[in-house]
């Protein structure tokens, strides 16, 4: 036995993947990952793979990068942790500074936890409790749209709308108001944003005395199938949310962080919402850390006396880890040294024109991108949209052939999903390319 098939055995008595049906892992073909270099990762029988998920969403600098890699070990060698509880700590002053500065403007509080559902729980409950604490208890229940993804807690379930995670839970979820998704592949005419918007109006006129919160992942609905708002829908929702005093919570976990070509994806629409929720790319995908940054206006409705019990009563263990605020302080600083926004044009040109040139392909119904997180949507027929059956798993079966091009896919149902590293280079983005093409080809040649 090698050792790579005696780790699978291991991993295979004792380990509880995420997302994943146990009975047929380790039939999907698992690697194991040894290291990672720049956009590479190496498993252990030291093949290289184009790392095209970002280690789901997550590294953004590349893997093993010198600069964080020494920050972290700087900081290891003071404090590795110690608590935000009646105490602070060095290097969660200075991200927060950061944050706070980089930031749409207004952000200027941040509330540290550890993954993108805490904060989306913490910007909930923020929400929630704000307008008890200004004198609108009957503000309490919270819109958002139909297919959307905040994390998988029970909160942040509760918020999403992805059908096929809440069916288990239902009972377990509060009740949330949806409005239709603007995703024009889907929907029914041509005049997607129009209508998309006219139901959230219509909602705020009939609800907005009872909503503490509207939720959305601003610009691209990244779990739901990378699914791209209309130019213009953010910004008009965040109007309506205040004309009808409705909190705005943007989840930027998938988004922010360069992801879509500038910082945050709330800039491309003008926004600065009133509580925006940060994780996966917060450390440049180093160590579990996210953030939710509120308004002063939220902010100060939780002063006051002591005796008055305003205090927001929330908080997790390991908040404001030193080592983690560390490794995001150095991401932030590389946006500089490495021009990393800058760069982007040369690879998103090349991702640009390869999707262009697959979105002819047979089985391709929709082709969505923007920056750098982009989806390729298989179908089984074009004309009529007919989507391939669940149980088929085409989506993934689709990624294992990109896999011959040495590209790691993971698919969201029958999206491919394409969300490389920021450090991505022109050579490593036609190769990313390659391996959709190799998806797409499979495909072609297997359609049920
Ligand atoms: C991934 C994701 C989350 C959940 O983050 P976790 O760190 O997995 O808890 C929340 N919201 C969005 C938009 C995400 O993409």
């Known amino acids: ?218 610009v691209v609905q990244g779990a739901a199938g990378m699914l791209v708002q209309p130019k213009g829908y953010l910004r008009r929702v965040a109007e309506l949310c205040r004309a009808h005093d409705v909190l705005l919570i943007c989840d930027e976990v998938a988004t922010g962080f360069g992801r879509t070509g500038t910082m945050f994806a709330v800039e491309q629409e003008g926004v600065s919402p009133d509580l925006l929720c940060l994780a996966k790319g917060l450390t440049g995908g180093y160590l579990p850390l996210a953030a939710t940054l509120a308004s002063e206006r939220v902010y100060e409705a939780f002063l006051g006396p002591f005796a008055a019990a305003k205090t927001f009563f929330h908080g997790h263990t390991y908040t404001g880890n030193p080592l983690a605020c560390a490794a995001a302080l150095a991401s932030l600083a590389l946006f500089e040294t490495e021009q990393t926004l800058a760069r982007l044009t040369e690879p998103m040109r090349v991702l640009a024109q390869g999707l262009e040139r697959l979105s002819q392909r047979r089985h391709v119904g929709d082709v969505r991108r923007v920056g750098m997180m982009a989806g390729v949507e298989l179908v089984r027929d074009r004309g009529t949209k007919e989507p391939f059956a669940f149980e088929q798993r085409v989506g993934f079966r689709a990624c294992l052939a990109a896999r011959d091009a040495g590209v790691l896919l993971r698919p969201l149902g029958n999206v491919l999903v394409l969300m490389p590293p920021l450090c991505l280079n022109e050579t490593e983005a036609k190769q990313l390319i390659a391996g959709v093409e190799a998806a797409v080809d499979w495909v072609e040649r297997n359609a049920p």
């Not at 990672?36 to 893997?63: M, N, P, Q």
């Not at 889907?186 to 006219?198: F, H, I, S, Y």
């Open 1 to 218: 036995m090698t050792r790579t098939q005696a780790l699978l055995q291991q991993d295979l008595r004792h380990v509880w993947h995420p997302f994943t049906q146990m009975a047929g892992w380790p039939d999907d073909a698992p690697l194991i990952i040894e290291r990672g270099e720049g956009s590479f990762l190496f498993d252990t029988d030291g093949r290289r793979w184009l790392d095209a998920i970002s280690s789901l969403w997550v590294t953004v600098h590349g893997h093993n990068h010198p600069v964080l890699n020494a920050a972290v070990k700087a900081q290891l060698d003071k404090v590795a942790h110690c608590t935000l509880l009646g105490q602070a700590n060095v290097p969660s002053i200075e991200l927060a500074a950061e944050l706070a500065r980089r930031a749409p403007k207004g952000l200027s509080r941040v509330f540290y936890s550890d993954s993108g559902s805490t904060a989306v729980e913490v910007a909930a409950k923020l929400a929630y409790q704000y307008w008890q604490l200004t004198g609108r208890p009957e503000k309490r229940r919270f819109a958002g749209l139909t297919e959307a993804y905040h994390g998988d807690t029970v909160g942040s379930v509760s918020l999403g709308g992805i059908e096929l995670f809440h069916e288990r839970f239902r009972h377990l979820l509060f009740d949330v108001e949806r409005v239709p998704t603007p995703h024009a592949y889907r929907w029914p005419t041509p005049n997607v944003l129009d209508e998309a918007l006219a139901a959230v109006e219509r909602l705020f006129e009939a609800r907005a005395d009872t909503l503490a919160a509207f939720i959305i992942e601003p």
